[in-house]
Every structure is written in structure tokens, then in C-alpha cells.
């Protein structure tokens, strides 16, 4: 995961400094003439946090002893003996895309996904969230890659108790990652609009903690992606775009409402699952609907592999 490149904010809420935290370390978002630069956010002198303090012309100058590091983490001046020593803040990777700001904490292994939906001008593309959930980042992906909650959790919006029923679809392990197509679902409102219908789901998952989904219906395309950041074991936080080909004349605001609403029924239900994630089916319990989660677990084994800051047990 420290190769990952992982979400830290929504691009529009960083204006100069930014603070976060991402597997379990402070960071500093800094951007600066457009230009955006990832530090450790810790002052070495005292452990600061940096993000308290300001920016002076090219500097950031630590709140406590006013120690003054520039873009590329260098200490340029200690004021107390007027002079600069070899200290150097650790430094990350980082870049823009889909108005989110990523971070890797190492040199990343992959690419952050490609979104054709992003570049189509066909689709309207309506952000929702961050959206803060006290549960472990793993669970909370494979949760919205599960639809058999879908009748229980979300009753009345992507479900009906009455319609519990999954058929068989399918699902494997292929070179993007995780895939699982035809799944079929009756549900009383499936995007905000109001309008019972089936859909059919393919998800994707592209990166441990990226997926993607579309359902489909006569040419009507929803899809989302959901990234989600690591705080730790037990705290996350998912950023998440909407995509629609229809539905041009339902009010944006309604339809953000609509994911708040189904974000925040999946949020009651996984802030009461432990912060742990076993790989090890034998842990739980797995039915035929259970297969991509099944195939998510396979992936992250082959992957990730253990990670227990994370809670990532095999």
C-alpha cells in the first residue's frame, strides 16, 4: 500500500497548506504557484505539526521554534543559532487527477486508473463526499461491492426485502484487477430519481482501495468510483464520483443527497464490524453471493498481503 497512489482530498479544499493523515503518517499538502508538494508534516525538532504554521515567500516555518523548511523538505534556517542545518523532511509522491488530490508514499507501482466516463462530455459528473467512516478502509470497499445488503441496509432506495434473491453472475481475477459482471438487481430507486427498475451491475476493482462500478438499463448508464483513504485500521475516509448519461434535468444537489443518504446507511452497519480484515476465508462465513468479495480477498492476498497497521490479516 505505501506504493499505492492513495486519496488525501478533494482538489477544490486545498487552497496553500493542507493537513492529513495516511497510514498512520502526518502529512503536509502544500501548493504553491499551482504546484503541489507532499511532506511530512512533523517538525523534527519537536514534532511540531507544520501545517500550523505559515508560509513565508518560499518557506513553511514550523508554529513552535520557527524553523523553516522549503519545497523540497530542506531546513533552510534554525533562528536559534542563525544558521541552517543537514535536516531534511521525508517527502512523497503526489499528483492531481479526477479532482482529487494522491499521494504514494513511495515510488508507486501503478498508475492511478483510467476513467473513460471522466472524458466523456455525454456524462454529467457530480462529486460526492469525503465521506468519514470509523471502520477498517478494506471492509469498507468490499461492502460497496456487495449488493446482497442492498434489501436490508438500503430498503426502499437499491433494495426491497421482498427481492432478496441474488442470481448467479460472473465474477474472476483478471490483469485490471477484480471483475464481476451481470448482476442483476430489482431496486424502488436506484440513482435519486425516483424510478423502480432492474439494473444490471458490473464492478470493477482497479487498485486495492479503487472501484468502479456501472449498472446499466436501457442505455441508462450510472456509474460511480470510490477511492478511499487509509487513516489506519479503523478510520477511513471515501472520496467518490457519480456519472450519468440521463437524468439531465434532476437537480445535481438531489442526487448528491441521494449517496449521502446510501453512504451514511452503510457507515451504521460497518462502524460495528471489527477493524480487522482476514484474508483467511475460514474467518467467516461465505455464500455464492459472496464471490467478488471472495475474488477481493484472493486479489488482496496476491497483491497486498498482510498488513496489519491496516488491520490486513491473513
Not at 468519514?132 to 445488503?149: C, G
Not at 450510472?222 to 467518490?240: D, L, N, R
Not at 437524468?247 to 446507511?265: C, G, K, M, N, S
Request: net charge neutral; aromatic share 14%.
Amino acid at each position: 500500500m505505501y506504493n499505492e497512489w492513495l486519496p488525501v482530498a478533494f482538489s477544490d479544499d486545498v487552497k496553500e497548506i493542507y493537513d492529513t493523515t495516511l497510514l498512520g503518517k502526518d502529512i503536509l499538502i502544500w501548493k504553491r504557484k499551482d504546484k503541489l508538494v507532499a511532506l511530512s508534516n512533523r517538525c523534527p525538532h519537536r514534532l511540531a505539526k507544520l501545517s500550523r504554521g505559515k508560509v513565508i515567500g518560499d518557506e513553511i516555518e514550523c508554529p513552535y521554534h520557527g524553523w523553516r523548511f522549503d519545497p523540497e523538505g530542506r531546513l533552510t534556517l534554525v533562528p536559534s543559532i542563525g544558521e541552517r542545518i543537514n535536516v531534511k523532511l521525508e517527502k512523497y509522491y503526489v499528483k492531481e487527477k479526477y479532482g482529487i488530490i494522491w499521494v504514494a508514499l513511495k515510488e508507486p507501482s501503478g498508475d492511478i486508473p483510467y476513467i473513460e466516463e471522466w472524458y466523456d462530455d455525454r456524462f454529467r459528473k457530480i462529486k460526492c463526499g469525503p465521506y468519514h467512516i470509523n471502520a477498517n478502509p478494506f471492509r469498507v470497499l468490499e461492502n460497496l461491492l456487495d449488493v446482497s445488503h442492498f434489501p436490508y441496509v438500503h430498503n426502499g432506495y437499491l433494495g426491497n426485502p421482498s427481492y432478496p434473491k441474488i442470481p448467479e453472475y460472473d465474477a474472476k481475477i483478471t490483469e485490471e484487477g477484480v471483475v464481476a459482471e451481470n448482476i442483476k438487481v430489482w431496486q424502488p430507486n436506484p440513482d435519486g430519481t425516483g424510478e423502480g427498475k432492474y439494473f444490471t451491475y458490473t464492478y470493477k476493482i482497479l487498485r486495492p482501495l479503487f472501484l468502479y462500478f456501472s449498472k446499466e438499463n436501457d442505455g441508462k448508464i450510472f456509474s460511480m468510483i470510490f477511492s478511499i483513504k487509509p487513516e489506519s485500521k479503523g478510520k477511513s475516509t471515501v472520496f467518490a464520483w457519480i456519472f450519468m448519461n440521463y437524468a439531465y434535468e434532476v437537480d445535481e444537489e438531489q442526487i448528491r443527497r441521494f449517496e449521502d443518504t446510501i453512504i451514511f446507511q452503510d457507515k451504521e452497519v460497518l462502524e460495528t464490524q471489527p477493524y480487522e480484515y482476514y484474508l483467511d476465508l475460514k474467518k467467516e462465513i461465505h455464500v455464492k453471493a459472496d464471490k467478488a468479495s471472495i475474488l477481493y480477498r484472493h486479489y488482496l492476498r496476491k497483491t497486498v498481503g498482510e498488513l496489519r497497521e491496516l488491520g490486513l490479516l491473513l
